[in-house]
């Protein structure tokens, strides 16, 4: 007998999953939106168009507020969601097998397909616009920017990721409420003043991204200079994916699935 | 002998509906059939056997142990489960295989068993085939393979012969009589009497989540005693016998039919009745035509029970 194995079988599955789906090929022609927008920018002769560190550092953070977001929200909301409505966790939960370490492999599933698909155009973006000959700031520098924006923009899927898994273990229409929470309350909680946007996963994302002066213009834009100091974004962010994603186990275990069939 | 399951006061609602109302059984090893027409509860009391329901009420066990989130129960039990829900664009053979790493195989003998259970639902030469491209009953002879890869001691087969052909059906009788020959336990649902019969003696009748009658075929028809049942006579003096048959305490009911040629009469004692109608209808010089008893087999018993 061999434990191990049979986790693996759940990753795989999941990851099948994420990858062959429908919904993959939408992901990646939005995903990859940007990295056209770089090209054009690149090979673009117009002079008065933004600075490429302003161009980069706008494109990242559509990257982390609005793609990385849609992302988790597609895959994580699915998946727990598309094992119940294909009725195919009969098969799993009569295993000898615990069922919150399923959702554990599938959400570790999860972030290997999420980081397949955003993570390339990520990189490309930034290998395009940072080799552009109008960059003020050295390839090595820029490079380290990058780096960090790419940590938070994982910590992104995985904090959003960690709270969809928990709306498809949780919900019946787990997709709706996803759009309304990432799309509705997350971006309309961060126009209102006062500290009501602490509430929200994005503020601490924010708060989070590195605050070179040409993005912190950007981010000053969005937060109004209420930003959370780096340390307790990060410890939030992590929070967030350990409760959420602790949620979404204890569901998968007390649930009955079956009676929703 | 330690029932295989074990059911005290259990119930299950879904909301406002009641699928399974205050069942206490105790199932013994072997083959039984749980028979009941659709809707009657079958399924969810496989569900809740299996561990994928929770009781609402009362408790359920497994060779003496809770069953919700216990994986030694999961160890021992198979289970084909009615819907036909599937991972379509896996092969047969890696959804088989899947379900035998899911099992605690390792790889090389997740794989030699998957063969072999594949080869034992004859289902070799589509194995390589996407599920999504199967007929309903390969769907349901792999479906069955993935409930027996892991040989456990006790099977769960939720409708396992809904959609198959004849050959299929056939093949699959005698394979979970085979799995009751090797002393594997068996409980096998269905809504066809037949099908029910040709696998096992030992029933369970179950109609709007209560059981109503348990035991083997034979304990069964016994029942017919308590229940009214149909004898259909075509003579040519319906009014005169049915005028005579009423002043017997166990005839229930008469019916004369509108042609005027045939009666249907309704009897609480068959084999009084039998017995007796000889001589009446020679004293009276009755002459019957044709004499049917719709109820004398065992699709009467259930319809009595059910109805």
């Known amino acids: ?261 | 002998m330690i029932p295989i399951v074990e059911a005290a006061n259990l119930s299950k609602w879904y909301g406002q509906v009641i699928g399974i109302n205050d069942i206490t059984i105790a199932i013994a090893p072997g083959i039984t059939g749980l028979l009941g027409p659709n809707g009657a509860g079958k399924s969810t009391l496989l569900k809740l056997m299996v561990g994928i329901l929770r009781p609402s009420k009362g408790e359920i066990k497994i060779m003496g142990d809770h069953v919700w989130n216990n994986i030694e129960i999961s160890k021992i039990i198979g289970y084909c489960p009615d819907l036909d829900a599937f991972y379509e664009n896996m092969t047969g053979y890696n959804f088989v295989l899947n379900m035998a790493l899911l099992s605690g195989f390792a790889k090389d003998e997740s794989e030699t068993l998957t063969m072999q259970t594949i080869e034992r639902v004859d289902m070799l030469e589509q194995k390589d085939k996407k599920i999504v491209s199967y007929s309903k009953g390969m769907r349901q002879r792999i479906k069955l393979a993935q409930a027996i890869i892991h040989d456990p001691k006790i099977l769960f087969l939720d409708e396992p012969l809904s959609g198959m052909d004849p050959i299929g059906r056939h093949d699959t009788i005698k394979l979970i009589k085979e799995l009751g020959l090797k002393g594997k336990s068996v409980i096998v649902s269905s809504h066809i009497l037949h099908e029910i019969e040709a696998m096992t003696d030992n029933i369970l009748l179950i109609n709007n989540g209560r059981i109503l009658a348990e035991g083997n075929v034979h304990e069964i028809r016994e029942l017919i005693d308590t229940h009214p049942h149909n004898v259909y006579i075509i003579c040519d003096k319906p009014r005169h016998l049915a005028s005579i048959l009423m002043e017997f305490d166990d005839i229930s009911g008469v019916k004369i039919n509108l042609d005027d040629k045939s009666l249907i009469i309704e009897t609480l004692k068959p084999d009084e009745f039998y017995s007796r109608l000889p001589k009446i209808l020679a004293e009276n010089d009755i002459s019957v035509e044709n004499l049917q008893s719709p109820d004398d087999n065992l699709q009467a018993v259930f319809r009595y029970l059910v109805g």
């Open chain 1, 1 to 261: 007998m061999n434990g191990i194995q049979s986790y693996k079988v759940i990753f795989n599955i999941t990851f099948n999953q994420i990858i062959r789906s429908k919904k993959t090929i939408l992901m990646l022609i939005v995903t990859f939106l940007p990295v056209f927008v770089a090209i054009y920018y690149r090979t673009s002769a117009n002079t008065d168009m933004i600075m490429p560190e302003q161009a980069l550092s706008q494109i990242m953070i559509f990257f982390l507020l609005f793609l990385s977001i849609l992302v988790s929200l597609f895959y994580g909301t699915a998946l727990m969601a598309d094992e119940i409505d294909n009725r195919t966790i009969t098969y799993i939960f009569t295993r000898p097998i615990r069922k919150y370490y399923v959702v554990l492999w599938k959400f570790l599933s999860f972030l290997l397909g999420s980081f397949i698909i955003l993570i390339p155009p990520m990189v490309l973006t930034f290998l395009l616009v940072s080799t552009d000959s109008r960059m003020s700031f050295d390839f090595g520098t820029s490079l380290v920017l990058f780096t960090k924006q790419l940590g938070i923009a994982i910590l992104s899927i995985l904090a959003y990721g960690a709270i969809f898994t928990f709306f498809g273990s949780r919900l019946k229409h787990p997709m709706i409420i996803g759009l309304l929470f990432a799309f509705g309350w997350e971006k309309i909680i961060l126009i209102i003043p006062g500290i009501v946007r602490k509430f929200s996963v994005a503020h601490y994302l924010l708060s989070s991204f590195p605050k070179d002066p040409s993005i912190q213009r950007a981010i000053d834009h969005i937060s109004r200079g209420a930003d959370s100091s780096f340390a307790a974004s990060i410890s939030i962010i992590t929070l967030v994916t350990v409760v959420f994603l602790c949620l979404s186990m204890y569901t998968a275990y007390s649930k009955e699935y079956a009676f929703e069939q």
